[in-house]
T-cell receptor, first 110, second 117 residues
């Protein structure tokens, strides 16, 4: 019952920017957009989250469209270690429930 | 940042035995803990949500008598897979959240790989 749609897989060249899209056309006004990633056989790792403004941290940038129906996670300089499954999740900030969709399998190639 | 640990990281057991998996929040008090299951090449599936000192809330289709969850303290939750069978072989992941410092963010453990022979 994930509320997001992501491409199943993407490739990116090492050193280039990786742009991962996510559609969340039914997002509600109180729902945030969260991004996690999961490297093989590890637990998910938090990347970034936002409500409506663009956000940036040491890992990535999050661009949310003005109508909030889609967003893009940007890894500015992808490395081989960024190869993982990336999950886009929407949920209210005061709701603990985190439900995962299928995610995007990003493969960074040399 | 907040750290969540799981023990054991890997366990192999015989069919019919019970297995206990521990989830600990190491540097914060977790008001809520979650248990997920992940089959190969699939996404994480929420199994249950537990609040300290109260009974866990199970997702539809998850047998509460088979997957026993105990959240006895603000830093420890356990998942016991009772009478395990080969189809219970999976990657079990816990997460913890707190409403205080981290404002309901969820922090995930490294996972436990269960193999039932």
């Amino acid at each position: 019952d994930a509320k997001t749609t992501q491409p199943p897989s993407m490739d990116c060249a090492e050193g280039r920017a990786a742009n991962l899209p996510c559609n969340h056309s039914t997002i509600s006004g109180n729902e945030y957009v969260y991004w996690y990633r999961q490297i093989h056989s590890q637990g998910p790792q938090y990347i970034i989250h936002g409500l409506k403004n663009n956000e940036t941290n040491e890992m990535a940038s999050l661009i949310i469209t003005e109508d909030r129906k889609s967003s893009t996670l940007i890894l500015p300089h992808a490395t081989l270690r960024d190869t993982a499954v990336y999950y886009c999740i929407v949920r209210p900030r005061n709701n603990n429930d985190m439900r995962f969709g299928a995610g995007t399998r990003l493969t960074v190639k040399p | 940042g907040a750290v969540v640990s799981q023990h054991p990281s890997r366990v192999i057991c015989k069919s019919g035995t019970s297995v206990k998996i521990e989830c600990r929040s190491l540097d914060f008090q977790a008001t809520t803990m979650f248990w997920y299951r992940q089959f190969p090449k699939k996404s994480l599936m929420l199994m249950a949500t537990s609040n300290e000192g109260s009974k866990a809330t199970y997702e539809q289709g998850v047998e509460k008598d088979k997957f026993l969850i105990n959240h006895a303290s603000l830093t420890l939750s356990t998942l016991t897979v009772t009478s395990a069978h080969p189809e219970d072989s999976s990657f079990y992941i816990c997460s913890a959240s707190t409403s205080s410092k981290y404002d309901n963010e969820q922090f995930f453990g490294p996972g436990t790989r269960l193999t039932v022979l």
